[in-house]
C-alpha cells in the first residue's frame, strides 16, 4: 500500500509540475507574465509597496520593466507637446505705450467709459476690471476688440475720476493718458 501511495504522490506531483510549465508556457505565448512576489504584471509592481521584494525576481525573469536606477532599460523621454511653459511678453517701446480713456454711449441713455492700451504699460486687465468696479460699484469688464487688441469697459461716466485711479494705483504718467476727440487722440488731464 505505500509503495502505491508513493506511485500515487508522485504521478500527482509530475502532474502539477506538467500544468505549471504548460501555464507558463502559455503566459510566454500570451505575453502575460505576473510576478511571483505580488501577483500583479511586472510593469505594475513599482507601484506596490512591497516593490523592494518584487525587484529580484523582474530582474530574472523580466528585467525590460525595471525603472533606470535598478539596471533595466532606459525609457526614451518623450518632447511635450502641449505648452505650459512661462511665455515671455514682448517690451513695448516708451513711445508706443498710450492708455486711450473716452466713453461712448450705448442704448440712447446709457454711457460706458472704455479703456484701451492698459496692457501696453504692463497692467493685468482682469485685476484692473475687478478694481474699476470695486472703486466705482459699477460692472466692468474685459472684452476683445474687432480691430485686435482688448479694453476695459466700466459702465458710468467715470471719465474724470479715472485717470487719478490710474496714476495712484498703478503709477502711469499722465503724459501716456489721452482720450478721443471728434477721432483724434487729445491728452488728458
Do not use: M
Not at 165 to 180: A, C, D, M, Q
Amino acid at each position: 500500500e505505500s509503495g502505491a501511495k508513493e506511485e500515487a504522490t508522485a504521478t500527482a506531483d509530475a502532474i502539477e509540475e506538467e500544468e505549471d510549465e504548460d501555464e507558463e508556457a502559455k503566459e510566454e505565448e500570451s505575453g502575460l507574465i505576473y510576478c511571483a512576489e505580488c501577483g500583479l504584471p511586472p510593469e505594475y509592481c513599482e507601484y506596490v509597496p512591497t516593490y523592494e521584494k518584487c525587484v529580484p525576481w523582474i530582474k530574472a525573469n523580466c528585467p525590460r520593466y525595471l525603472k533606470d536606477e535598478e539596471g533595466g532599460v532606459e525609457e526614451k523621454k518623450k518632447k511635450s507637446k502641449r505648452g505650459g511653459g512661462v511665455l515671455k511678453k514682448k517690451e513695448i517701446p516708451e513711445d508706443k505705450q498710450k492708455l486711450v480713456v473716452y466713453t461712448e454711449v450705448r442704448s440712447r441713455k446709457k454711457t460706458v467709459t472704455v479703456v484701451e492700451g492698459l496692457d501696453t504699460v504692463g497692467v493685468k486687465l482682469k485685476d484692473a476690471a475687478k478694481l474699476f468696479g470695486r472703486k466705482f460699484a459699477c460692472s466692468s469688464s474685459v472684452k476683445d476688440k474687432d480691430t485686435g487688441g482688448t479694453e476695459i469697459v466700466v459702465q458710468g461716466d467715470v471719465i474724470y475720476d479715472l485717470p487719478d485711479l490710474l496714476v495712484s494705483e498703478y503709477g502711469i504718467p499722465r503724459s501716456k493718458l489721452f482720450t478721443k476727440d471728434a477721432g483724434k487722440l487729445v491728452p488728458l488731464h
